[in-house]
């Protein structure tokens, strides 16, 4: 059946530099559906921080948010864990599996080196609840935008990066930041049959088998369907509804 929550951005809690507090959260409605689709009281929720280069500092935050909202956390540290059975072990064993931000390219060529792919697809046809944000959303796609040269050269161009293809579209975290984002996505799905999936942060495409619901945790937040047809560009909003309507049809380029 499968189950993901793609979420186009937001904080959780995280310290602002030099010691000036911390950003507000801003995620929680949004979180709360993973708790939901768990179907659990008190699920497991395991952290990927791959994208970030596992860092422990992420995980002290992801664990700070997650605990409130109802969770026992763990983490799984991709970069020193190369045994197998251990990674696989952890990821089936859990309720839901949460995805950090950071560099999605190096990510998705660390899964690929370690075989998580694979178990992620174990995971998502066992109806563990995949979900993340900015890299953590994009993963899910067949492809998506991402600012992964950022992280390796300092560069503001952005990238194509191929995800695990759970849902098969395009897809572009952040909408509505970064202005660059929208000439971009606008640019790679002239190069795709595929329609894509844009999100804002602080939004979410939530996904349970053949259907899907948009949920949002700020007022503003907005979700969009991209594609190309007949040579014009379009970009549709993709409004907020409380029952669940057909993914496949969302998908299609009419």
């Not at 944000?133 to 935008?145: T, V």
């Not at 579209?169 to 795709?192: D, W």
């Not at 369907?225 to 029952?243: L, Q």
């Amino acid at each position: 059946m499968g189950k993901i929550v793609a979420i186009g951005g937001g904080e959780i809690g995280r310290p602002k530099e030099e010691g000036r507090g911390h950003y507000p959260v801003e995620t929680t409605p949004i979180d709360k559906e993973i708790l939901r689709l768990t179907g659990k009281d008190k699920p497991s929720l395991l952290f990927l921080p791959t994208a970030s280069g596992d860092s422990k500092g992420y995980y002290e935050v992801v664990k700070k948010h997650f605990t409130k909202i109802g969770f026992e956390t763990s983490v799984l540290y991709l970069f020193k864990e190369k045994n197998y059975d251990f990674i696989r072990k952890k990821i089936l064993e859990s309720d839901a599996v949460y995805v950090g931000g950071g560099n999605t390219l190096r990510m998705m060529k660390l899964w690929r080196r370690r075989g998580v792919d694979k178990i992620l697809k174990e995971a998502y046809d066992k109806n563990i609840v995949l979900s993340g944000l900015s890299a953590g959303s994009i993963c899910w796609f067949k492809y998506g935008n991402s600012d992964s040269r950022k992280f390796s050269s300092n560069s503001t161009e952005l990238i194509k990066v191929k995800g695990l293809g759970f849902i098969n579209a395009f897809h572009c975290p952040h909408y509505n930041l970064q202005g660059i984002r929208r000439n971009s996505v606008k640019k790679m799905m002239s190069e795709t049959t595929l329609a894509g999936i844009t999100l804002d942060n602080c939004i979410a495409l939530v996904v349970e088998g053949d259907e899907y619901r948009i949920v949002k945790s700020k007022k503003d937040a907005k979700a969009y369907k991209v594609y190309w047809k007949s040579g014009e560009y379009y970009e549709e909003e993709i409004k907020p509804k409380k029952e669940y309507e057909n993914l496949k049809s969302l998908l299609k380029i009419k």
